[in-house]
């Protein structure tokens, strides 16, 4: 499973980039969205590189994820209790486990909305020109893209 940050805005963006933007519900700077390891997914990630990082999500992370920032429409937060009721999940951990082992989908929680608004990351992002091997913050960043997300909860 894949978290996708979006590190740089709007302006300048070519339109087929700025299209595969919002199939993935990333429309604005540090709007995360989470995919599943698929190779459309992985084309998706390669055309949108310049202005996103990404990489793998723990379970840790994601549950820690979807307790502070998960939304229902209407802004409300996501709780478990709104989980009982409406899917066959008791817990946010167990939903996050069903996510990693890609045996749900998030979005078909009913009135779910399919992304996550982080704030801007403590101390900053590395550089939003760069890529992420060259110490920037673009690009594929693997396990390290926890730590970021830490510093945007």
């Given at each position: 499973m894949y978290a996708v940050?979006?590190?740089?805005?709007?302006?300048d963006i070519r339109p087929d980039i700025k299209k595969t933007m919002q199939l993935m519900r990333i429309t604005r700077t540090n709007h995360c969205a989470i995919l599943p390891e698929t190779p459309s997914s992985k084309g998706m990630l390669q055309m949108v590189k310049d202005y996103t990082t990404w990489g793998e999500i723990s379970p840790e992370t994601l549950t820690k994820m979807l307790k502070t920032h998960g939304r229902l429409v209407g802004d409300k937060p996501l709780t478990e209790e709104y989980l009982a009721s409406s899917t066959s999940f008791k817990t946010i951990e167990a939903l996050s486990k069903a996510l990693m082992d890609n045996s749900f989908v998030y979005k078909d929680i009913p009135e779910v909305k399919p992304l996550f608004r982080l704030h801007p990351p403590r101390k900053g992002y590395e550089g939003v020109k760069r890529s992420y091997q060259r110490g920037g913050a673009l690009g594929y960043r693997g396990k390290d893209i926890n730590a970021l997300i830490e510093r945007m909860l």
């Open positions: 940050i979006r590190v740089r805005g709007l302006i």
